[in-house]
């Protein structure tokens, strides 16, 4: 197993614990509640990027990696995906854009950070407004609102809506 997966792991539940106090979607990450398991979300995740035309690159299962390497972790799924014609418009706004893409959802279960339910389901991704003040983008208004309506409606029908 690649190191990676474990590390973008590892990374993600640091910075969740080191924000405490602060809201995630603060923190530049926006929660979202499925009503479905983690298994079946990523399914109708996928489903429907590909259905809206997005190129779905990864789907990344940190459970299985943490099993092979001998260790637990709740369901735990990132899928990344994309499309040229809407991420080429941020990275021509500010290259470093580029390491932010392309797009990722996460997708688990069990204990939550947010602060509710054992055992529910969450769909969670960047803030597009949030990562256009860490690249210190200006003028790409437009092609921001889109992707951000895009993922919320992305999160919502994979969550059952």
Known sequence: MSRIPRLLAAALLTALLLAPGQS???AGL??????????????????DLEKRGMTVFAVIDHADGAKRAGLELPPT????FGNPGAGTPLMQCA???????????????????????????????????????????TGCGESLRKIEEALAGFARRAAGE
């Open 24 to 26: 995630h979607a603060a």
């Open 30 to 47: 926006v929660p979202v509640k499925s009503g479905h398991s983690v298994k079946k979300t990523v399914k109708r995740l996928t489903s």
């Open 77 to 80: 799924t990132v899928v990344l």
């Open 95 to 137: 290259r470093t854009m580029a390491i932010d893409l392309p797009q990722k959802m996460l997708v688990f279960s069990g204990p939550s950070e947010f602060g509710q339910g054992h055992g529910q389901t969450w769909i969670v991704y960047n803030d597009p407004d949030y990562l256009a003040r860490r690249h210190g983008i």
